[in-house]
């Protein structure tokens, strides 16, 4: 899913509280102290929605990136088993639903088709049982089980935790409470489609990626945009967390 990603400085925050707590997040060394005690008291499956998007066009791609083969399955076969092990309940997020008749999933329409991945996050928060619900696309298969539980553990008072890499926040990866659909709602109707604004009266914060210090590792928010970048997936090693 190609995004329009934003940094940090670039990130609109309405109250300058909230502006601090994006800025300040560069340092990824605090995550796991943060969310080690959490990991171990909460049990699995989470009291969270799984939302995976999957409405991107694939144009770069030339066939729809979800399936994809990857780890003897599917990308969205491999990321769905995945959540659907963490998560009380996931959904798939397509304005194509008729192409995913054949997998065993929850699987929900844009509620605004052509709208871009914030209008899925949207369909996604409206249709959830609990409180929070985790985001992703479904064309990131590095984003470990380990991040997603670490993320989770910190949903408590907060509205909305972006998944944060070096400078760059990454709006479609994250923690979703429903209390964000108004604003996206908002967001969407103004013709936003890949761009979030963090607004005033929403708890927000940013959780930092683990650094491995190696370049010749891919990261966890490695996303597959082309044959080249599926190429590079199948053929060079992840960054563990």
């Given at each position: 899913?190609?995004?329009?990603?934003?940094?940090?400085?670039?990130?609109?925050?309405?109250?300058?509280?909230?502006?601090?707590?994006?800025e300040k997040a560069g340092n990824?060394?605090?995550?796991?102290?943060?969310?080690?005690?959490?990991?171990?008291?909460?049990?699995?499956?989470?009291?969270?929605?799984?939302?995976?998007?999957?409405?991107?066009?694939?144009?770069?791609?030339?066939?729809?990136?979800?399936?994809?083969?990857?780890?003897?399955?599917?990308?969205?076969?491999?990321?769905?088993?995945?959540?659907?092990?963490?998560?009380?309940?996931?959904?798939?997020?397509?304005?194509?639903?008729?192409?995913?008749?054949?997998?065993?999933?929850?699987?929900?329409?844009?509620?605004?088709?052509?709208?871009?991945?914030?209008?899925?996050?949207?369909?996604?928060?409206?249709?959830?049982?609990?409180?929070?619900?985790?985001?992703?696309?479904?064309?990131?298969?590095?984003?470990?089980?380990?991040?997603?539980?670490?993320?989770?553990?910190?949903?408590?008072?907060?509205?909305?935790?972006?998944?944060?890499?070096?400078?760059?926040?990454?709006?479609?990866?994250?923690?979703?409470?429903?209390?964000?659909?108004?604003?996206?709602?908002?967001?969407?109707?103004?013709?936003?489609?890949?761009?979030?604004?963090?607004?005033?009266?929403?708890?927000?914060?940013?959780?930092?990626?683990?650094?491995?210090?190696?370049?010749?590792?891919?990261?966890?928010?490695?996303?597959?945009?082309?044959?080249?970048?599926?190429?590079?997936?199948?053929?060079?090693?992840?960054?563990?967390?």
């Amino acid at each position: 899913m190609q995004l329009r990603t934003r940094t940090a400085n670039e990130l609109h925050v309405s109250d300058p509280a909230q502006r601090v707590s994006v800025e300040k997040a560069g340092n990824s060394e605090p995550e796991a102290k943060h969310t080690k005690r959490s990991l171990a008291a909460e049990p699995i499956p989470l009291p969270v929605s799984g939302i995976i998007l999957c409405g991107g066009k694939s144009r770069r791609m030339g066939r729809e990136k979800a399936f994809l083969p990857y780890a003897g399955a599917t990308l969205i076969e491999n990321r769905l088993d995945r959540m659907q092990a963490l998560f009380a309940e996931v959904f798939l997020v397509t304005s194509q639903p008729e192409q995913f008749s054949h997998i065993s999933a929850n699987v929900v329409k844009d509620i605004v088709p052509d709208k871009g991945p914030l209008a899925g996050v949207l369909s996604g928060l409206l249709v959830s049982v609990f409180e929070h619900c985790f985001v992703m696309p479904c064309d990131m298969p590095l984003l470990d089980d380990q991040i997603l539980r670490a993320m989770a553990a910190r949903r408590h008072g907060l509205d909305m935790l972006l998944y944060q890499h070096d400078d760059t926040v990454e709006p479609l990866v994250g923690i979703y409470s429903r209390r964000c659909a108004a604003a996206l709602e908002q967001a969407v109707f103004k013709g936003a489609t890949h761009q979030i604004s963090l607004v005033e009266g929403l708890a927000t914060d940013t959780f930092c990626a683990p650094r491995s210090g190696k370049a010749a590792l891919l990261p966890p928010h490695f996303d597959i945009n082309s044959a080249g970048d599926y190429a590079r997936l199948l053929g060079r090693p992840a960054v563990r967390s």
